[in-house]
């Protein structure tokens, strides 16, 4: 049984910086491609970033290209997501994902596609 667990949410001022993290046990974390999402009130869950150890490969979101980083830690089975210059635009709800299907060759970036979720962790940002 997988499990993810994030922390690191809170309030920030704009042009702030938080770092998430995402701590994974219950499975061999060092291949999985991980993933962050978020979900403000009233909105669809959106990707993030996404990261495959395989190959190093990242993946952003226009939104966040630039301003986020999304690193792991395999020793600790640990993903990040590092935010920087945060806007009030980024206030949501942010969960970290586990995408257990096969190797293909761009990173999952749909919500459905990820097996493994966890319970999210909160970020306002105040303008």
């Known amino acids: 049984q997988v499990q993810l667990v994030e922390s690191g949410g809170g309030l920030v001022q704009a042009g702030g910086s938080l770092r998430l993290s995402c701590a994974a046990s219950g499975r061999t974390f060092s291949s999985a491609t991980m993933g962050w999402f978020r979900q403000a009130p009233g909105k669809e869950r959106e990707f993030v970033a996404a990261n495959r150890w395989s190959g190093g490969s990242t993946y952003y979101a226009d939104s966040v290209k630039g301003r986020f980083t999304i690193s792991r830690d395999n020793a600790k089975n640990t993903v990040y997501l590092h935010m920087n210059s945060l806007k009030p635009e980024d206030t949501a709800v942010y969960y970290c994902?586990?995408?257990?299907?096969?190797?293909?060759?761009?990173?999952?970036?749909?919500?459905?596609?990820?097996?493994?979720w966890g319970r999210g962790t909160q970020v306002t940002v105040s303008s």
């Open positions: 994902a586990l995408y257990g299907g096969k190797l293909v060759p761009t990173l999952p970036t749909h919500h459905s596609l990820y097996d493994y």
